[in-house]
């Protein structure tokens, strides 16, 4: 601990303090902070990996009932091919700027940013809460959208699965005894 600093006493001055009340010490390490909202984050963080796991299946379901039956395999590869060159790849490059937008301590060597040594916590879950927030809403936005306008074909060529069950009757799927008579 260290007392009766001038950068302290300059400091509580241009920060409007009350100086009767300062007591001109200033302490090593971090400041105290208090964590409020706590409850809200979870709630709010609950509703997020909600939205996250049922987004998911709808998405398959779209890409199962518009592809074609012979295309599906192919459809759901360039589906995961697309989602990682387009969402994952892009997604971790957005988080890295969206913490390094935060910071506010740099250490530096040769005058050159190198690692963040202080992040401002009120900033960096604003920015990550409001990009995650931001892309479930967009991906909402997209299915609603995918829904509204999908028309299924008139005419429908293709036999799928669900067609070729359903055409199966109960005393078809009974198994025929074939007997052979020799003779």
Known sequence: MWTDCTCANSLAESRSVDLSSFDHQVVSGLCETTCGGVLLFMI???????????SAMPIQQA?????????RTMSLGYGWLFMRCFGSIPGAVFFGM???????????????????????????????????IGLKTLIVFSLAIAYWFYRPPA????????????????????????????G
């Open 63 to 71: 890409v199962l009932r518009v592809v074609p039956f012979q295309q």
């Open 98 to 132: 969206a913490i390094d937008n935060t910071c506010i301590l740099w250490k530096t060597d040769c005058g050159e940013k190198q690692t963040c040594l202080r992040y401002s916590s009120h900033d960096l879950s604003f920015a990550i809460f409001a990009f995650a």
């Open 44 to 54: 709010v963080f609950s509703l997020l990996v909600l939205a996250t796991f049922c």
């Open 155 to 182: 005419d429908s060529s293709e036999v799928d699965a669900a067609q070729i069950t359903a055409r199966i009757k109960p005393e078809d799927s009974k198994p025929q005894i074939i007997s052979s008579q020799r």
